[in-house]
């Protein structure tokens, strides 16, 4: 480390990565039994991702089993300084908080220009760089894996049209994935991150969760969980369904808002709550997004069209035309990680687990796969289940001879 280092701050980084190290065993796991095999030796590996501890967790184990790897955060304000300044003493590292639009592009780039063999997406953004401007830094692409539901829009998207340029894996799809980070992951970090930025009840209160999917699923039962009167918005009626049959009001945006304590988005679709519900909204209701992009609440015309001010870390008041207010959290970016830790260690263990298998899976196999979005491999799956349940003391059950024979396995 050179004299201009904030040592203090690289100290700080350092404990955060040791704690959740000290809490991802299945990982730990992995990486002690493939070390002998060093399965991306001679590979450079570009990832994009929220860069706070528990990425720096996965970075560091990527590096150990072999790989040079590049980094870059998926989101400027969820970019934690401290985590990057520990991190860049072991891989390259380009990310900071709160850096601009044209930083952030600056990263991405910086972080391709090692010119990857597999890359690990948060998103897409790096995939739709390797698909358009930055095409040339991709030639030694093998197969990308992808983190999270916008991602794998935009990927499947590139598929329809015929432009997707190699395999990716939709790690996001796996069952040891939605099953646990969306709905357990997302549960609990996103009102961790509301209840410490904001400081108020959520017992009581009326709570609008837009989005019925497996991340709007984990927000409403821990809403629940705490006390609150919950109301999903959704526009998939066999969701809607499921809503309604476990406990919970189904209505409009615009008709559950009038009454909204809260208002959380968790769609990964654009304007899912409009300037024009907002006009519906009571005075006070706290709007939050859970989507990984920042475009589900119409921040943009709110900012236009409404007279705003920080009131809080994390907390803008903006007075509509009509002289209500209302609160937005976390610059209506992903609120779970702007103004919080993100996801528990022990979740991310799980995803990151997946993630390292898949692109072990894909190292191995991805010169003989067309391009195309493909699955998580069943068996990388049951492997990061049964890691998980030994790390928890815990045994399952086992078929017998007879019972696999009347089953046709």
């Known amino acids: 480390m050179s004299a201009g280092l904030d040592h203090d701050l690289i100290r700080r980084g350092r404990e955060r990565i040791a704690w959740v190290r000290s809490h991802m065993p299945v990982l730990a796991s992995l990486e002690a039994e493939l070390r002998p095999e060093r399965p991306f030796a001679g590979l450079r590996i570009a990832v994009c991702i929220h860069l706070e ?14 790989a040079e790897v590049a980094i870059a955060s998926s989101n400027p304000l969820s970019a934690k300084d401290d985590v990057v300044a520990a991190l860049a003493d072991e891989v390259a590292t380009h990310a900071r908080y709160g850096a601009s639009s044209a930083e952030y592009e600056t990263y991405l780039e910086r972080v391709l220009s090692i010119r990857p063999h597999l890359v690990l997406d948060d998103g897409a953004d790096l995939c739709a760089l390797l698909h358009g401007d930055g095409v040339e830094l991709g030639p030694h692409v093998i197969g990308a894996c992808e983190e999270t539901t916008t991602g794998l829009v935009r990927l499947r998207q590139f598929a329809r049209e015929g432009r997707l340029r190699f395999p990716a894996v939709a790690v996001n799809d796996a069952r040891m994935k939605h099953l646990f980070d969306n709905r357990h992951g997302t549960g609990q970090s996103v009102w961790d991150a509301i209840m410490r930025s904001t400081n108020l009840l959520v017992s009581g209160k009326r709570v609008l969760v837009v989005g019925y999917g497996w991340c709007g699923r984990g927000i409403a039962q821990r809403a629940r969980g705490l006390g609150a009167v919950v109301t999903v918005a959704e526009v998939n009626p066999v969701r809607a369904a499921e809503a309604l049959l476990e406990g919970f009001s189904v209505a409009p945006v615009r008709d559950a808002i009038a009454t909204a304590d809260f208002v959380i988005s968790a769609t990964g679709c654009t304007d899912a709550v409009t300037f024009e519900d907002l006009h519906a909204a009571q005075d006070g209701a706290i709007l939050a997004n859970a989507g990984h992009f920042d475009v589900e609440i119409d921040v943009r015309t709110l900012r236009a069209r409404a007279e705003g001010r920080r009131v809080r870390e994390y907390v803008e008041e903006f007075t509509l035309p009509t002289g209500k207010r209302v609160y937005l959290l ?63 003391g815990v045994r399952v059950s086992e078929l017998s001879s007879v019972q696999r024979e009347y089953l046709g396995l």
């Not at 990151?352 to 898949?358: E, R």
Request: net charge positive.
């Open 53 to 66: 501890a528990k990425t720096a967790r996965l970075a560091l184990a990527l590096k150990e089993l072999g």
């Open 330 to 392: 976390a610059e209506g970016r992903l609120v779970n990680l702007v103004a919080g830790d993100g996801h528990p260690a022990e979740i991310m263990d799980l995803s990151f687990a997946l993630q390292l298998l898949s692109l072990r899976w894909l190292a191995r196999e991805g010169k003989g796969l067309v391009s195309g979005v493909y699955p998580v491999p069943p068996e990388v799956d049951d492997a990061v289940a049964r890691r998980f349940l030994r790390s928890r």
